[in-house]
């Protein structure tokens, strides 16, 4: 389980998310919506424990640890894994490297030639990491690094961005595959929380609680096909509005 | 070299450099280094000499205990050959002074691509007593393993004078691996190698170095290649072990059409090291190639790391890539780019980087579960990473061996 309390989040002095509750159990899948600059990525970011990204208030706890104040490593040996929407290129690492690194301390790991394989990218193992990769390569190389790491919360920033129609069915594939969606719910242990702009990632994973994200914090929580249905139809717009309705006054 | 008789002029010229400063790198005074004393036993089985030489010499890449892996071995103990053989047909490895007995044409080869009067190393080597190694591949003849050469500096606080060259005859084929190494871990020394390199029509020389020197050894390499037409001559250079003063600019020349030299080199200077290090490429004829690339890590030591190339003929193309990595708080790195051109439709190009290691790649990798340690050792073994096109398999792996062996060394 996952579970964040009243967080408050600043990145070099400038507080952008504030007062986040969330919870998500064993075994769901999380989605985040919201337009640019809510502080959906923010949230992922402190989740992960990015140093930029420091908490002020709050906490995040993650299978009954308070791990508020775990480095990023510890937390990624934790079971915690993180899918970059723009990772960066590291000249003479190889994407090989990566996936062993993930593969690391994992003794029931598939083979790297496997992973590369299911990810289609046999190509790409004795290439420098994302050095050259297309937005598609680059999101399947990250779902890859993930499936190596096997991470118990996946932390997906627009997975679907900047991918064709064509990958986009094989990246949802690796995504269920990550967030077993294919076993019964009472088998699942994997969490999900995913951040989409155009909710196309919902035609492929099974998510049942949707958030909408403006002005740092969360403005709504439920259903996210239905949240996906009146964004579409009416924009964020109306959510903001809707939203700041419900806020008492004297905030 | 005493018996060899050089002309009058070379003798004259010698003498009127041997004060003359070179342009890069602290000024060595000479008169600090004893000439070595004794001339060294030759030893007819490498196998036999002493342990700790072996281990000194397998340091630099240098193997003596399986021949098999070699087409041929050199070495030299301060001034004195002390063993040369060749394993294979066609392929010649000897001392220097002793060729020019076998070869009287190979005088017209001495001095033709290092100028005597360079300055006052190569002087010094001219006149004092010297030798070195002659390789050479007769035409057509490819070596299937490397030839080794050593250069060992056995006595303290002496200068070795070396002087080497080498031949690849037409289409032939030579790889050559070569390392430095001195007996004792910490007394200074003065190395001094006139290196001469002539390739001819469409033959191919890999020549890579790996040295084992100590803290207080001052070095000087003064080499010149020259590529006839189709030719391919490719230079790695690899220090990752201390060395008190490195200074050296190896030049090639292309001089015929579609020559093609790449220079890679991996440099690393912890405290106390000081190198001045390019490589420089002429590309004197048509359709000549260059790819001069340069890796260099500092610990606390300083670099210098240049790199020329002039294009003086149609359709030549040249690139350099010289990155510079800071470890720790102090270092300096000072990249020095040059590239020069004077005719249309020449292409030349460079990037240079000297910084440290991006934090945001350290998390990436971080968030993959590597702690931050293995995080940066990774990064740092990605860029020291040079895949070089054309090494055979084997020497590529001793190369990254070589990177490897010392990795731990600059954490």
């Given at each position: 389980?996952?579970?964040?309390k ?19 159990q064993t075994?769901?899948?999380h ?8 502080g959906?990525?923010?949230l992922l970011?402190?989740i992960?424990g990015?140093?930029?990204y420091?908490?002020?208030k709050g906490?995040?706890s993650?299978?009954g640890k308070?791990?508020?104040?775990l ?15 723009r990772?960066p290129v ?11 690194a ?9 083979t ?15 290439r420098?990491i994302?050095y050259?990769?297309?937005?598609g390569e680059i999101?399947?190389?990250e ?5 190596a790491?096997?991470?118990e919360?996946?932390l997906l920033?627009?997975?679907?961005s900047g991918?064709?129609l064509?990958?986009i069915a ?12 294919n076993?019964?719910?009472a ?6 929380l995913?951040?989409t702009?155009t909710?196309h ?8 609680t ?11 929580v439920?259903d996210?096909?239905?949240?996906l249905a009146?964004?579409?139809e009416?924009?964020y717009?109306?959510?903001?509005k ?10 | ?5 050089t ?13 003359k ?7 060595i ?5 004893v ?19 072996k281990k000194d010499?397998l340091?630099?890449?240098?193997i003596?205990?399986?021949p ?5 071995t050199?070495?030299q103990?301060?001034s ?7 394993r294979?047909e066609?392929i010649?490895?000897m001392?220097l ?6 070869h009287?044409?190979l005088t017209d080869?001495?001095w ?13 080597v ?12 007769l035409?057509g003849h490819?070596?299937v393993y490397p030839v080794?050469a050593?250069?060992y ?5 002496a ?5 080497n060259i080498?031949?690849a005859?037409?289409?032939s084929?030579?790889?050559i691996?070569?390392?430095?190494a001195?007996?004792s ?7 001094i190698?006139?290196?001469?390199f002539?390739i ?7 020549f ?20 006839e ?8 250079y690899v220090l990752?072990?201390p060395?008190?003063?490195l ?29 001045d290090?390019?490589?420089r490429v002429?590309?004197?004829a048509e359709?000549?190639?260059?790819e001069?690339i340069?890796?260099?890590i500092?610990t606390?030591?300083n ?5 020329y ?5 149609k ?7 010289c990155?510079?990595l ?5 270092g300096i790195?000072?990249?020095i780019?040059?590239?020069k051109g004077d005719?249309?439709g020449?292409d030349?190009?460079?990037e240079?980087a000297?910084g440290?290691?991006?934090e ?7 968030a993959r579960?590597?702690t ?8 740092v073994r ?5 895949d070089i ?9 001793e190369l990254q ?11």
């Amino acid at each position: 389980m996952l579970n964040i309390k009243d967080l408050s989040v600043a990145v070099e002095g400038k507080q952008i998310i504030h007062d986040i509750n969330m919870t998500i159990q064993t075994g769901e899948t999380h989605v985040l919506f919201g337009p640019n600059g809510a502080g959906k990525s923010t949230l992922l970011m402190a989740i992960m424990g990015f140093p930029k990204y420091k908490v002020t208030k709050g906490s995040i706890s993650f299978k009954g640890k308070d791990i508020t104040g775990l480095s990023v490593d510890e937390r990624a040996r934790l079971g915690i894994g993180m899918s970059f929407q723009r990772p960066p290129v590291v000249r003479g690492v190889t994407t090989r490297v990566m996936v062993s690194a993930c593969l690391k301390g994992r003794k029931d790991g598939d083979t790297i030639e496997k992973l590369a394989a299911r990810a289609d990218l046999q190509d790409f193992l004795e290439r420098d990491i994302n050095y050259g990769f297309s937005g598609g390569e680059i999101k399947r190389s990250e779902l890859m690094q993930l499936m190596a790491q096997r991470p118990e919360l996946t932390l997906l920033d627009e997975p679907e961005s900047g991918v064709d129609l064509v990958n986009i069915a094989l990246i949802g594939e690796l995504m269920n595959d990550l967030l077993e969606k294919n076993c019964p719910i009472a088998e699942r242990r994997c969490m999900g929380l995913i951040i989409t702009h155009t909710g196309h990632i919902l035609d492929y994973v099974n998510a049942r609680t949707g958030y909408v994200m403006c002005d740092g914090t969360i403005g709504c929580v439920g259903d996210p096909h239905e949240m996906l249905a009146t964004i579409r139809e009416k924009g964020y717009n109306e959510c903001i509005k809707c939203y700041l309705g419900r806020i008492p006054l004297h905030e | 070299m005493s018996k060899i008789k050089t002309s009058r002029t070379y003798d004259d010229k010698a003498k009127a450099a041997l004060n003359k400063a070179a342009a890069y790198g602290e000024d060595i005074n000479l008169d600090n280094y004893v000439n070595p004393a004794e001339k060294l036993p030759y030893q007819e089985d490498p196998s036999k000499l002493a342990a700790k030489t072996k281990k000194d010499m397998l340091g630099a890449g240098i193997i003596l205990d399986d021949p098999g892996l070699r087409s041929g071995t050199y070495l030299q103990m301060d001034s004195t050959p002390v063993h040369f053989s060749a394993r294979q047909e066609g392929i010649e490895v000897m001392a220097l002074s002793q060729a020019i007995e076998k070869h009287d044409w190979l005088t017209d080869y001495l001095w033709k691509a290092v100028p005597i009067d360079s300055d006052k190393y190569t002087a010094n080597v001219e006149l004092s007593d010297n030798d070195g190694y002659f390789i050479r591949a007769l035409a057509g003849h490819k070596t299937v393993y490397p030839v080794q050469a050593c250069l060992y500096m056995a006595q303290a606080k002496a200068v070795q004078n070396v002087h080497n060259i080498i031949i690849a005859e037409e289409g032939s084929e030579l790889h050559i691996i070569t390392g430095c190494a001195t007996a004792s871990p910490n007394e200074p020394g003065l190395h001094i190698g006139v290196s001469e390199f002539f390739i001819k029509k469409g033959a191919k020389v890999t020549f890579t170095m790996i040295h084992n020197w100590n803290p207080e050894i001052a070095v000087r390499p003064r080499t010149v290649t020259i590529v006839e037409e189709g030719g391919l001559f490719l230079s790695n250079y690899v220090l990752m072990k201390p060395v008190h003063s490195l200074q050296m600019y190896p030049t090639a020349r292309c001089e015929g059409k579609g020559a093609t030299v790449r220079y890679n080199s991996i440099l690393t200077a912890g405290k106390g090291t000081n190198l001045d290090v390019g490589s420089r490429v002429l590309l004197n004829a048509e359709n000549a190639r260059t790819e001069v690339i340069s890796r260099a890590i500092t610990t606390g030591g300083n670099i210098v790391a240049r790199g020329y190339i002039e294009g003086n003929a149609k359709d030549v193309k040249g690139h350099l890539e010289c990155r510079g990595l800071i470890l720790g708080e102090k270092g300096i790195i000072h990249a020095i780019p040059e590239l020069k051109g004077d005719l249309a439709g020449i292409d030349l190009s460079h990037e240079a980087a000297v910084g440290k290691i991006a934090e945001e790649e350290v998390e990436y990798l971080m968030a993959r579960g590597l702690t931050r340690d293995e995080a940066t050792a990774a990064i740092v073994r990605g860029f020291l990473r040079v895949d070089i096109e054309g090494l055979p398999p084997m020497l590529s792996a001793e190369l990254q061996k070589a990177v490897a062996a010392s990795e731990k060394d600059l954490m």
